[in-house]
């Protein structure tokens, strides 16, 4: 079992910046690809950004490319930077991991999954 604690979120003035973790523990994932997928209130859940395992590639949803940065720092955390924040960047932003599944960008390639944290970004 791999548990996955998301923490960074809180509330940002539009064209600021966030920086979100994810913490793993209970499995070394390595071998498994990081994924951060958002639900916003009445939307479904969707993918915002992923990276292989042994920071292979990344990829990113058209929404964010070129204003979010995914890594890894090392084994076990995973962060997502994020830079000009608009308001409908606004959702729960929850950590997923799945075990050597490239690409990963699809929610129900997810084993694991965090709690989720938000993300509040005023206009």
């Known amino acids: 079992q791999v548990q996955l604690v998301e923490s960074g979120g809180g509330l940002v003035q539009a064209g600021g910046s966030l920086r979100l973790s994810c913490a793993a523990s209970?499995?070394?994932?390595?071998?498994?690809?990081m994924g951060w997928f958002r639900q916003a209130p009445g939307k479904e859940r969707e993918f915002v950004a992923a990276?292989?395992?042994?920071?292979?590639?990344t990829q990113y949803a058209d929404s964010v490319e070129g204003r979010f940065t995914m890594s890894r720092n090392n084994t076990q955390n995973t962060d997502l930077q994020m830079h000009s924040l608009k308001s409908e960047d606004t959702a729960v932003y929850y950590c997923?991991?799945?075990?050597?599944?490239?690409?990963?960008?699809?929610?129900?390639?997810?084993?694991?999954w965090g709690r989720g944290t938000q993300v509040t970004v005023s206009s």
């Open positions: 209970g499995r070394i994932v390595s071998s498994y690809a």
């Open positions: 997923a991991a799945a075990y050597r599944t490239w690409p990963a960008n699809q929610p129900r390639q997810y084993s694991y």
């Open positions: 990276i292989g395992w042994s920071g292979g590639p």
